[in-house]
């Protein structure tokens, strides 16, 4: 994957690729609604691609900062490294990454910007908290 700086776009285009989607047959993204960021809610995430063509060593969360906080609340670890420890997993805490979504994707399923592999991302879609 190339640098992302606008995850936000990258997200909307990810959104539209739902396997729900109706109306084509084209390769779709795996989705998912939570009600919270939590440590469940991403191996639930991480379990969605379970049985893909995916190398599961390969794939990342990505997560926002305000999504990373909140998945650590409940982890009883104190920083990301724990997390990641924890889900065997690398995650990558973006800036630019919304915080109504969670991704967890193999990097180079996105070439240029461009969604090129929808098999190997998993999007979580999280309800708007108050």
Do not use: K, Q
């Amino acid at each position: 994957m190339d640098e992302i700086d606008d995850f936000e776009r990258l997200t909307e285009r990810i959104r539209t690729h739902s396997h729900e989607a109706s109306g084509s047959d084209t390769e779709r993204v795996t989705m998912r609604s939570f009600d919270e960021v939590s440590n469940e809610s991403l191996r639930e995430l991480l379990e969605a691609l379970d049985g893909e063509d995916v190398d599961p060593g390969a794939c990342a969360f990505y997560l926002s900062p305000t999504n990373a906080e909140r998945a650590l609340e409940g982890a009883d670890v104190e920083d990301v490294g724990g997390l990641e420890d924890r889900l065997g997993r690398r995650i990558e805490v973006e800036e630019s990454m919304p915080d109504d979504t969670v991704l967890f994707m193999d990097p180079d399923a996105i070439e240029d910007g461009e969604i090129v592999a929808a098999h190997a991302i998993a999007c979580g879609t999280v309800a708007a908290s108050d």
